[in-house]
């Protein structure tokens, strides 16, 4: 690679940054004292404040911070626009409709889990099935403490997510968590679109 030769006014903008510059002394050392913290101000802090009994009251409870910027999957899946039928979604919610099919991914690996739910929803649209029960399991802590968490339910939280890709999101009207009395946070219901 050849090196190009600096225009006239680049060459006057380096001698400005060059004429501003102060070469550093290699004589001059660090100076540990330069740095040392300023004096701590000795005045008597406030007493704590005592009730009238005389007790002092109690401490009040530290609160418990989340630095989770992702809003959870069930608050993802409930603030998603509803695609289908309003009045057949809300029956679905309150565990009213019965779904036509129902695949279990407990135990599998995500691999296979996913081979799986493919082959599933394509052969259920295919029959004109309209709504099928997803049951994932709401997963095992698996976090080891490591510098990288890992989610707890990896299925249950993967499942949707396939579902809302290609080839599925073809296929898939709605995706929302299923009632408890088919399985509550570890199902979704699937709503399948008409087939043409």
Same mark, same amino acid.
């Given at each position: 690679m050849t090196r190009r030769r600096l225009k006239p006014d680049e060459i006057e903008l380096w001698q400005k940054v060059?004429?501003?510059t102060e070469s550093l002394k290699r004589t001059q050392t660090f100076?540990?004292?330069?740095?040392?913290?300023h004096p701590v101000n000795k005045e008597p802090l406030p007493r704590a404040p005592v009730a009238l009994d005389g007790k002092t009251p109690p401490k009040p409870?530290? &609160? !418990? =911070?989340?630095?989770d910027l992702l809003p959870s999957l069930p608050d993802r899946l409930q603030k998603a626009p509803v695609q289908?039928? &309003? !009045? =057949?979604?809300?029956?679905m919610n309150r565990g009213k409709v019965k779904p036509e099919g129902r695949i279990d991914l407990h135990g599998m690996t995500l691999?296979?889990?996913h081979g799986a739910l493919n082959r599933f929803i394509m052969s259920s649209h295919a029959s004109g099935k309209r709504l099928v029960l997803v049951i994932t399991g709401k997963g095992k802590d698996r976090d080891e403490g490591g510098?990288?968490?890992?989610?707890?339910?990896?299925?249950?939280?993967?499942a949707p997510q396939w579902l809302g890709t290609a080839p599925l999101s073809?296929?898939?009207?709605?995706?929302?968590?299923?009632?408890?009395?088919?399985?509550?946070?570890g199902a979704y219901y699937v709503y399948l679109r008409?087939?043409?």
């Open positions: 060059a004429d501003q100076d540990p004292e330069a740095y040392a913290p409870a530290a &609160r !418990k =911070t989340s630095y289908m039928d &309003r !009045k =057949t979604f809300a029956k691999d296979r889990a510098p990288i968490p890992v989610r707890y339910g990896v299925l249950r939280h993967q073809s296929v898939v009207m709605q995706v929302t968590q299923a009632h408890i009395s088919h399985g509550g946070g008409r087939k043409r």
